[in-house]
């Protein structure tokens, strides 16, 4: 585990120093500023909670985007709700200095956040949820800490076709339990009524007309193992009470038989619907809700991950077989990032396919590959004005000044031009309409500025 130890003014270097010691000897490698790379955790030493201690917080964090915990070094120093704003500000945990004590727990979360940011990198996960923006790291990283450090109920919201199966799939890869059994889908919104007793609970030879054999339902396929539920939400409230009974006491008996099985299973389920506003409308039980979200995941939609939109049109056309790596011209880039996607990755996923059959010979992605339908007249400007002028208003009403905006604004493009250009700078400070050695200054300076 490596970390670099921050101290936020020349009077709090004694307790950085206290802290880096205490690390060290919990084997954990601190090292200076300068030998930092941007995944590596910071730890930020205060003693005084001011305006320099948020804006220390924003910046070590890089707005959150980075794993950093804040050390107090009383808790005396800390106002009702001063957790809160140092958590809202970025920070990713906040302990009271104690001595080898808060040490010892420091070290257990980097080594926790370590192992997690391990597996989010891992080809296991990375190759299968493509994406690299912050919203989508931080709902990975979400989902790889409940899957592989819990085995409680897990419920999956988001719109539709923002990849609440592909979730499902990598909790079940990703649990803890030795010798698990198989991942079993049921889509509830196919389920027939009047077959549905049969597809949850199995049915004995005779118990219905056409049943000449008896039959497992999910609950005896997924014991052992996961069941994951799609479309939850849809299920009639007389399923809903049956289903209840079979988490709470792990038994249920086929329909047309008397004999109580037992089933035991990690439970998925996944919905685009509100749950919240189907308890207040009668629609869905409240206790039932309450089992199945032990834990919750919200998946983004597209629009919230827009810099993902070319690594997964890229990651689409690969998997449809065309030349890798797949270069993509200027104007359909443009077209990609502007373009509403209803139907989210899905969405996405199906327009690559649609350009792909289009697509021949090993040059680039270019406008006459797009179909006619997909060409519109006008590409609005991404992201609009008046968005631009909301994150503003946003930022002064929190107490910006223009140069801390006028840097942010700086940074965030910088950002955005690095992660489309793949981290290539000579491509991004093209882009921007820079030399690439700004760029390397200003990046470089933005990683050796002090704490403020």
């Excluded at 910006?400 to 604004?409: D, G, H, K, V, W």
Aim: hydrophobic share 45%; aromatic share 4%.
């Amino acid at each position: 585990m490596r970390t670099c130890v921050e101290p936020l003014t020349p009077a709090c270097e004694g307790l950085a120093g206290e802290l880096t010691t205490a690390l060290r000897a919990a084997d954990v490698t601190v090292v200076d500023r300068g030998q930092a790379t941007d995944s590596t955790p910071r730890l930020l030493a205060f003693a005084t909670p001011d305006v320099r201690l948020l804006d220390a917080v924003r910046d070590l964090s890089d707005h959150g985007r980075r794993r950093l915990l804040a050390v107090a070094g009383t808790g005396d120093l800390l106002a009702p709700g001063e957790t809160w704003r140092l958590l809202g500000h970025g920070a990713a945990d906040l302990l009271v200095w104690q001595g080898d004590a808060t040490a010892a727990v420091a070290a257990a979360r980097l080594a926790r956040w370590a192992e997690i940011d391990e597996l989010v990198d891992s080809e296991e996960v990375s190759t299968k949820l493509v994406g690299r923006c912050p919203v989508w790291r931080d709902t990975l990283r979400r989902v790889v800490e409940i899957a592989r450090w819990s085995t409680s109920a897990v419920l999956v919201t988001g719109e539709s076709g923002t990849g609440k199966e592909l979730v499902a799939r990598l909790i079940h890869r990703l649990d803890p339990r030795p010798d698990k059994g198989d991942l079993v889908v049921l889509d509830c919104a196919t389920v027939v009524p009047t077959l549905a007793g049969s597809e949850f609970f199995g049915h004995e030879r005779g118990a219905f007309t056409g049943a000449v054999a008896a039959r497992d339902g999910a609950f005896a396929l997924a014991n052992g193992g996961t069941l994951f539920l799609d479309e939850v939400g849809e299920l009639p409230p007389p399923l809903q009470a049956e289903l209840l009974r079979v988490i709470q006491e792990g038994t249920y008996k086929r329909v047309g038989g008397n004999t109580w099985q037992s089933t035991r299973f990690r439970l998925v389920c996944a919905t685009n619907r509100d749950l919240a506003a189907a308890q207040r409308d009668g629609q869905f039980r409240a206790d039932l809700y309450y089992r199945i979200a032990a834990a919750t995941i919200h998946l983004p939609s597209l629009a919230q991950r827009r810099a993902d939109i070319l690594p997964l049109f890229r990651h689409f056309l690969a998997g449809y077989g065309a030349a890798v790596p797949v270069e993509v011209s200027a104007e359909v880039c443009r077209l990609l990032e502007a373009r509403d996607y209803p139907g989210n990755v899905r969405d996405l996923r199906q327009l690559a396919h649609r350009v792909c059959t289009r697509h021949v010979g090993v040059g680039p992605i270019t406008p006459g590959d797009l179909p006619e339908e997909e060409r519109p007249g006008d590409i609005p400007d991404v992201p609009a004005a008046a968005q631009i002028d909301d994150v503003v208003r946003q930022a002064i009403a929190s107490g910006a000044t223009l140069a801390q905006i006028r840097e942010a604004a700086a940074d965030a493009a910088i950002r955005a031009a690095l992660t489309e250009c793949g981290g290539k700078v000579g491509a991004a400070a093209r882009r921007l309409g820079v030399t690439e050695r700004t760029l390397q200054l200003r990046r470089a300076g933005r990683r050796a500025a002090p704490a403020r």
